[in-house]
T-cell receptor, first 112, second 115 residues
Framework: GQSLEQPSEVTAVEGAIVQINCTYQ??????LSWYQQHDGGAPTFLSY????GLEETGRFSSFLSRSDSYGYLLLQELQMKDSASYFC?????????????FGTGTRLKVLA | NAGVTQTPKFQVLKTGQSMTLQCAQD?????MYWYRQDPGMGLRLIYY???????DKGEVPNGYNVSRLNKREFSLRLESAAPSQTSVYFC??????????????FGPGTRLTVT
């Protein structure tokens, strides 16, 4: 089967840097994605890593190590609006389609 | 571009009633998905359609049926609603043509309560 593990909650102060980890077990690996979801809202795509290394998009970066089955999302210069839930997701390698499995999410609280 | 739209936004059903959740996308995506999200939980895949004319079960398909009406529309039907189906339902789409897209676009969700 496939599974993803994330911390349930992370708290940080405005302006700080926070890292949200994700470990996964998959039958085949086609990359790790990250989504953000504000309370009451829909998930929105943040980033994708298909190969090892760091991908940077503005204040957000995502890292992948395929040998360790591990990735993380790094948020810099935290702002209050970053308070949200963050989900990692992997594509189901067994199905051969673009079907995704999501983690249970990490709730980030940013304190003033 | 409206993206992914879902109707209705809110719905209350009594146990045993049926209803259909509608989803449409205007991005010419091939793949469409239905997820449910329970409080404090991640997204769990109910059914998906990799392309027009095909549908497949996801992680939690029991109690649901789907129809891929055309490339734009993908509906989810609850034949006999149960309190365990109280949840927020999200429709999503991805993949333009033959170009792999790792980004899923989500609709605003339908908040369903079954009493």
């Amino acid at each position: 089967g496939q599974s993803l593990e994330q911390p349930s909650e992370v708290t940080a102060v405005e302006g700080a840097i926070v890292q949200i980890n994700c470990t996964y077990q998959t039958s085949g690996f086609y990359g790790l994605s990250w989504y953000q979801q504000h309370d009451g809202g829909a998930p929105t795509f943040l980033s994708y890593n298909g190969l090892d290394g760091l991908e940077e998009t503005g204040r957000f970066s995502s890292f992948l190590s395929r040998s360790d089955s591990y990735g993380y999302l790094l948020l810099q210069e935290l702002q209050m609006k970053d308070s949200a839930s963050y989900f990692c997701a992997v594509r189901d390698g067994a199905s051969g389609t673009y079907k995704y499995i999501f983690g249970t999410g990490t709730r980030l609280k940013v304190l003033a | 571009n409206a993206g992914v739209t879902q109707t209705p936004k809110f719905q209350v059903l009594k146990t045993g009633q049926s209803m259909t959740l509608q989803c449409a996308q205007d991005m010419n995506h091939n793949s469409m998905y239905w997820y449910r999200q329970d409080p404090g939980m991640g997204l769990r895949l109910i059914y998906y359609s990799a392309s027009e004319g095909t549908t497949d079960k996801g992680e939690v398909p029991n109690g649901y049926n789907v129809s891929r009406l055309n490339k734009r529309e993908f509906s989810l039907r609850l034949e006999s609603a149960a309190p365990s189906q109280t949840s927020v339902y999200f429709c999503a789409s991805s993949e333009r043509g033959n170009t792999p897209s790792y980004e899923q676009y989500f609709g605003p969700g339908t908040r369903l309560t079954v009493t």
